[in-house]
């Protein structure tokens, strides 16, 4: 688990690209005070290889890199936050944080996700819409859209 200032400080979060590091900085900026910690790119699931028939230990690692990947989950200390992040809100994002909620929630049953929304640079009011529909937040860049469209 990293501390906010440890976060803020990477060059890039782990497995993350530039633009996704760029809107989780600027939203740890905003919200991560409140926050016990944070981890970046959390596997959940049980993961499913292509080739069942791979030897050990290739199976293995075929199995732990099919696995889903939560893009930021935020420690309180009676639960976590999940966030997924995305140049632009858009229906799989909305799909994949339901998902991680659900896989996380199995995964872990002793860490309830408490809220969970989308980290993002473009949000239109279809999917703003959608997003309160379906009880996620919406956290949205807009001074950052130049920095997705460069990477």
Same mark, same amino acid.
């Given at each position: ?35 016990? *910690?944070? $981890?970046?790119?959390?596997?959940? #699931?049980? %993961?499913? &290889? ?7 230990? /290739? ?19 009676? *639960?976590? $936050?999940?966030?997924?992040?995305? #140049?632009? %809100?858009? &229906? ?7 998902? /991680? ?51």
């Amino acid at each position: 688990m990293y501390s906010l200032q440890e976060a803020l400080a990477l060059p890039r979060l782990p497995a993350a690209l530039a633009s996704e590091t760029a809107l989780v900085k600027a939203w740890l900026t905003d919200h991560g005070a409140k926050y016990r *910690g944070f $981890d970046f790119n959390v596997k959940v #699931g049980h %993961g499913v &290889p292509l080739n069942a028939n791979l030897p050990e230990p /290739y199976l293995s690692m075929a199995i732990e890199n099919s696995k889903r990947m939560i893009d930021v989950v935020a420690y309180w200390s009676v *639960g976590i $936050d999940l966030h997924e992040v995305k #140049g632009r %809100g858009d &229906p799989c994002s909305v799909g994949q944080v339901r998902s /991680y909620r659900y896989l996380w929630e199995r995964d872990h049953p002793q860490v309830p996700v408490l809220a969970a929304g989308v980290i993002c640079a473009l949000l239109d009011e279809d999917m703003r819409f959608v997003l309160d529909s379906e009880g996620l937040s919406a956290f949205v860049y807009p001074q950052l859209v130049d920095v997705i469209r460069r990477t």
